[in-house]
């Protein structure tokens, strides 16, 4: 059973970095393709990162990229998202999914989500 657990969330002040980990269980993932979502309060939950378990190929939402670093560590089975410079538009639940066969930014295209960790960005 594939599980995805995600951690390293909180309240920060703009300006801030914080990096998220999201530990991955269950089978052999070096096919799949990893990404980070996120959801505000009242929005649809959207695409911000993924990275290529293989060769690490990434992609970025135009919103993140200059200021957050997706990476991943084959030994430790764990992605992470790194993220500076952070904004209150920043803030919402960070999901970590998994995709067999997707490369792209589709909520629909993920197999497997975790629960999901909150990150608070004040002004």
């Known amino acids: 059973q594939v599980q995805l657990e995600e951690s390293g969330g909180g309240l920060v002040q703009a300006g801030d970095s914080l990096r998220l980990s999201c530990a991955a269980s269950?089978?052999?993932?070096?096919?799949?393709?990893m990404g980070w979502f996120r959801q505000a309060p009242g929005k649809e939950r959207e695409f911000v990162s993924r990275?290529?378990?293989?060769?690490?190929?990434?992609l970025y939402a135009d919103s993140v990229k200059g200021r957050f670093t997706i990476s991943r560590d084959n030994a430790k089975n764990t992605v992470y998202l790194q993220m500076n410079s952070l904004k209150p538009d920043d803030t919402a639940v960070y999901y970590c999914?998994?995709?067999?066969?997707?490369?792209?930014?589709?909520?629909?295209?993920?197999?497997?989500w975790g629960q999901g960790t909150q990150v608070t960005v004040s002004s």
């Open positions: 269950g089978r052999t993932f070096s096919s799949y393709t």
């Open positions: 990275i290529t378990w293989s060769v690490g190929s990434t």
């Open positions: 999914a998994a995709a067999r066969l997707a490369l792209g930014r589709s909520v629909s295209s993920y197999d497997y």
